[in-house]
């Protein structure tokens, strides 16, 4: 009852539409009524958030602009739609409905790194959660990877078995703690627990993290559960370990990322300004592509050779900071965390042989066995598998993700209208899948090449996750057209089983598509589509078009001059092949055995180009790449994908700009032949010179190209799509001559610009081509 | 060849060459169709079209494949092959002696394998219709008692067989085709199989599937045992038979071996329990001298076929929708 309503004041209803469930906003919401002296009520429903308040008008509107202000860390407001309840008596205070019923449409938030609060707490020896590696608040920790179901509730996350003690049910219950209504409460009472265990499995005594922080002293090497699976975790400093790694993974010359305690503390190799400072302490906690200091090649000389780029993240896990904390020797507070500290950590997926992450103990004792020296395991169950992403800065400073992970999925990406629901299986490598479900794309986080049945397995169970998450069954599954994907084989799969319609994506339209879509461009579009290989409509390999593309259509108006791929995709994985391949079109075939002849096969090589035997034509620009890389010897074969491109790149950016271009292209009406670049690096003794010609002249080649086509269709928007633009060198270039002829670029930036993004192009092609029945 | 409706020269012609060539009394007594005694037991009866570039390749020709094709499908249901029957497609201006060729390899592989071809018909379409001769074989054969293969009959826990070396039949015919000069060493398997079947049977009758990896290769031929009997496979990369000669063309071509076709090879699947005795027969026979114990069958209602690479990993093997295409982006 209470005391009886005041005298009659204004009231407004107002809705919240977003990401605004699950991350703290009725008490935030709570709060703000408080200290502006309103009145009312809040609550959770299947639309959202609503709020009802009573007040001064002045006094209202301020409360809505501290609501956008001062949202909770984690919430994303997408629309704040207010409607008036006229005048009335007001209640007497402010108060938290209890969840009402309907389905939460919201969507599960990302995972959050440890916040400053709960940092704080972590750190402080008096405080009740000092050095426990599960605290999290409504504001920080996992979210999307513990999540079991909808609505996002304790008994639907991977905490469901940790009853809460006293004192975590009090926090729990308080509209004015920092853990109210934090589903992924805990403590050491009633939590989850570390244990470290030795390589056969058997606990070792003693505190956990300071026993994983001797073996890495040691040189061992520590398989780690964090927070979406396993990393192995070695020093990077290390000279004994980090190739001992290496070999026991089996990884080849691939590059490893690392972490360290603050951006400080990296820069001693890496070049860090304030762009690559934010990157690095973005909320996702991205792996971060950082530009090589000199002495890096030399002191960390196993962490990512031949490249000019290192990749570096910050903790984000309680227990990453609990490492450092401890090599730091157990500092009471925060202040250490200001200076520089000497740990650097490998922190490299554990996911043996390409196949996915291992998430739970068992798995990795049974699948990391023989790499890993000991296990830091811990009993909160892993829900969703998660890679950390990838991130790298444009030349422009706006960031591109290059792998959508952790941090990211499961965050929606709005779509430039509504459409029917569509499930996108992706391609092959660095796969992925969409669901699309009102203006909303759901990508899911990478799986991974689909080489393996247990990424087949889990490209399943992403899209069978992503339907129960957001309780949508999709009315088309779309995919790519290469008919030997086990992506295309789950769609037409599914798609018999539910009656549904299956819309193959030409690969292509679909990288400028998830790019346009990304952008909320309507309306046609030129497309600059650059990657490996994609199957085109005449089931040739293309790879390096240029499209029109408006929604479901596209025409192909032209691409790059043809390259023979002797041996196929083994082409694709040696660059020497390539490099006969351009000899070969250069009328200079004889040279192959001069150039080449410490190569197996090459006498035969020459032969298959001559007789065009098991030699298959294909456009793709990621294979020009490869021939200049291995005529400028580079790299003749690759430990891993698009490694000579790469280390092409890497090169060209330690030459000084401006550089001098080579014996130019031709543009002849539809198609760019670069033949007279890859001819004049023939002669170029300097292999980073020849890369950075190599870059220059086919920028300018692309962009001469892009101007012929955006005037023959009247066209100004230019859209990059497809895994060559990766190459932020190359993207720069291009991107500035386009600007300067007064064409609009638009470029991958929170979706993955290769084969990680196209199920989200798939899905809008799809979605459009439905409109359109 | 002139073409022609039935130019009565010209028929004269090639009745004497298959009558001379094939030599038996059934082709001699110029019926239509040929009549025989049907023996006791299930009759299984197969047919297949050959059509093959080029004509002659090392180790055989299209006139010897003809002949085994069929045998080995009649084969791979468990039967004894009897008789075959030939029909041939010829273009117009197709050289007298290159028939002459095919027409004496076939009747010696039908001598050697003890199948007579009975029943024979011959056309000849104008130049353009047809690349050069086309032959399609049918056979009939016998399933002794007892026996009962099928290519749903394979069951989780199943051993998975092979007669022997992968590959070699398809290398030698694109190595012949493109004149790349591989050199000699590569040789088609072409060669009839229901012998080494008869010897499998009578060593393991417990066998539960044969199937010849022809087209599409091992690939597909496991494909097609997994699926018809819904269940996985899984085989290890080591222990897959492989000529080095053949591994090496492979590399340079980008071809996997797995998908490359063979024609004197099949695969097993038998009980557990039966794997080490049919093995062994599979081993004391000339054509089964490389015969390899290559993986399990699994439960797996997907139907996937892994294989655990050389490397420790596992990787899916692609059941190809036709000719390898480029897929790395
Ligand atoms: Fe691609
Ligand atoms: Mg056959
Ligand atoms: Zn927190
Ligand atoms: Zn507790």
Redesign the pocket.
């Known amino acids: 009852m209470g005391r009886p309503a005041t005298a009659a004041v204004g009231g407004e209803r107002i809705r919240v539409r977003g990401l605004v469930q699950g991350v703290g906003f009725r008490p935030t919401v709570w709060r703000l009524a408080r200290e502006e002296g309103l009145t009312g009520e809040v609550g959770n429903d299947g639309a959202g958030l609503w709020i009802r308040i009573w007040g001064p008008e002045a006094v209202r509107a301020r409360f809505r602009e501290r609501l956008r202000a001062e949202a909770p860390p984690l919430a994303r407001i997408e629309a704040l739609e207010v409607e008036s309840l006229g005048s009335g008596p007001a209640p007497a205070r402010f108060s938290i409905a209890s969840s009402g019923g309907g389905t939460a449409r919201t969507g599960v938030a990302s995972d959050a790194p440890v916040c400053p609060a709960c940092l704080a707490e972590l750190l402080d020896p008096g405080d009740r959660r000092y050095r426990y590696p599960f605290l999290n608040c409504t504001h920080c920790g996992p979210r999307y990877t513990i999540t079991t179901a909808i609505p996002y509730d304790r008994p639907n996350t991977t905490l469901a078995g940790f009853p809460?003690?006293g004192?975590?049910s009090r926090e729990y219950a308080d509209p004015g703690d920092r853990r109210f209504h934090a589903q992924p409460?805990?403590?050491p009472?009633?939590?989850p627990a570390l244990v470290l265990r030795d390589s056969e499995g058997r606990p070792e005594a003693g505190d956990p993290v300071s026993g994983a922080l001797a073996h890495i002293r040691a040189g061992r090497i520590v398989a780690m559960k964090g927070v979406g699976g396993y990393h192995l975790a070695c020093d990077a400093r290390d000279p004994g370990a980090v190739p001992r790694l290496r070999a026991r993974k089996e990884r080849g010359g691939k590059p490893l990322a690392v972490m360290a305690a603050n951006p400080a503390s990296l820069e001693r190799w890496a070049r860090i300004g304030p762009a690559e400072r934010d990157l690095l302490g973005d909320p996702a906690r991205p792996i971060a592509l950082l530009a090589k200091r000199g002495r890096a090649e030399a002191e960390l000389p196993g962490i990512a050779p031949g490249l000019a780029e290192v990749g570096a993240m910050l903790p984000y896990a309680p227990i990453h900071y609990l490492l450092f904390h401890e090599a730091a020797g157990r500092p009471a507070g925060t202040g250490w965390l200001g200076e520089p500290q000497g740990l650097l950590l490998v922190m490299t997926s554990a996911n043996p042989g390409g196949e996915p992450l291992v998430t739970e103990p068992d798995e990795a004792h049974r699948r990391l066995a023989g790499i890993a020296d000991a296990f830091l395991d811990h009993d909160r169950p892993i829900a969703v598998a998660c890679d950390d992403s990838v991130a790298r800065l444009r030349s422009d400073g706006r960031r591109l993700l290059l792998r959508r992970g952790r941090g990211h999925a499961p965050r929606a990406v709005p779509l430039p209208r509504k459409g029917a629901p569509v499930l996108a299986t992706g391609a092959w490598l660095k796969n992925t899948v969409c669901l699309t479900r009102g203006d909303e794309a759901h990508l899911s986080q990478h799986i991974g090449d689909l080489a393996n049945p247990a990424a087949v397995r889990a490209m399943e169970g992403a899209a069978a996750h992503l339907e129960a998450l957001l309780e949508t069954a999709p009315g088309a599954v779309a995919c790519d057209l290469h008919p030997d994907f086990p992506s295309t084989h789950l769609a037409h799969r599914l798609a018999e089983v539910r009656g549904l319609p299956v819309v193959p994506v030409q690969h292509h339209h679909a990288h400028i598509a998830a790019v346009a879509a990304e952008h909320r461009l309507g309306g046609p579009v030129l497309g600059l589509a650059l990657d490996g290989v994609g199957l085109g409509d005449d089931r040739a390999a293309w790879g390096g078009e240029m499209l029109v593309v408006d929604g479901a259509r596209y025409e192909r108006l032209g691409h790059l001059t043809p390259l023979p791929l002797p041996g196929g995709d083994r082409a694709a994985r040696e660059p020497w092949r390539m490099a006969a391949a351009a000899l070969h079109l250069l009328g200079r075939g004889a040279e192959i055995e001069t150039r080449f002849g410490h190569r197996e096969g090459a006498g035969l090589l020459a032969r298959m180009l001559e007789r065009e035997a098991a030699c298959p034509w294909t456009t793709s620009a990621g294979r020009w790449f490869d021939a200049a890389a291995g005529l400028l010897g580079v790299r003749e074969v690759c430990g891993y994908e698009a490694q000579a491109a790469m280390e092409l790149e890497g090169l060209a950016r330690a030459q000084p700009e401006p550089v001098e271009e080579p014996g130019g292209f031709r543009v002849a009406g539809p198609e760019l032949d670069p033949t007279p670049l890859l001819e004049a690096l023939l002669e170029e003794p300097d292999p980073a010179r020849g890369a950075a010609r190599f870059h220059a002249g086919l920028a300018a080649g692309l962009a001469e190209w892009a101007r012929w086509a955006a005037a023959a269709r009247g066209l100004t928007r230019v859209v990059l799509g497809g895994g060559c633009w990766a190459n932020t060198l190359l993207a720069g270039k291009v991107r500035r001559r386009l600007e300067a002829s007064g064409l609009t670029v638009f470029e991958a930036e929170a979706v993955p610009p290769g084969d990680g993004g196209l199920s989200l192009g798939q899905a809008w092609v799809a979605v459009r081509s439905l409109e359109e029945d | 060849l002139a073409h022609g409706g039935g130019g009565r020269a010209m028929t004269r012609l090639i009745e004497e060459l298959f009558a001379a060539a094939f030599d038996n009394r059934w082709l001699a007594a110029g019926d239509d169709a040929a009549a025989f005694p049907a023996p006791a037991g299930r009759m299984v009866m197969a047919t297949d079209s050959h059509v093959v570039t080029p004509l002659f390749f090392p180790g055989g020709d299209i006139g010897s494949l003809a002949v085994h094709g069929t045998v080995n499908d009649v084969a791979m249901g468990g039967g004894r092959p009897l008789y075959l029957a030939a029909g041939f497609v010829l273009e117009e201006g197709f050289p007298l002696a290159d028939l002459r060729r095919i027409v004496g390899s076939m009747a010696a592989a039908s001598r050697e394998a003890e199948v007579p071809v009975v029943a024979g018909d011959t056309k000849v379409v104008e130049r353009g219709k047809a690349d050069g001769v086309y032959i399609s074989t049918t056979g009939v054969g016998v399933v002794p008692e007892g026996v009962a293969v099928g290519g749903a009959r394979a069951r989780p826990g199943d051993r998975v067989l092979v007669s022997g070396t992968l590959g070699d039949h398809g290398v030698a015919i694109l190595s012949a085709r493109e004149d790349l000069g591989f050199g000699t060493e590569l040789q088609s398997d072409s060669a009839p199989l229901h012998g080494l079947v008869a010897t499998m049977l009578e060593a393991a009758p417990g066998v539960r599937c044969l199937r010849d990896p022809t087209r599409g290769g091992l690939a597909a031929a496991l494909h097609e045992l997994a699926r018809h009997s819904g269940v996985g496979m899984r085989i290890r990369e080591a222990d897959l038979p492989v000529r080095e000669e053949v591994r090496g063309a492979c590399e340079i071509l980008g071809l996997d071996p797995l998908n490359v076709a063979n024609e004197g090879k099949l695969v097993a699947v038998c009980p557990p329990d039966a794997a080490p005795a049919l093995l062994a027969a599979m081993g004391g026979h000339p054509l089964g001298r490389a015969a390899a114990e290559i993986g399990k069958v699994t439960a797996d209602e997907r139907g996937f076929v892994e294989m655990e690479t050389a490397f420790g990993g596992t990787r899916l093997v692609d059941w190809l929708y036709g000719e390898q295409l480029p897929r790395i982006c």
Do not use: N, P, S
Request: some cysteine; charged content about 10%; overall charge negative.
């Open positions: 809460l003690c004192d975590c409460i805990a403590c009472a009633c939590g």
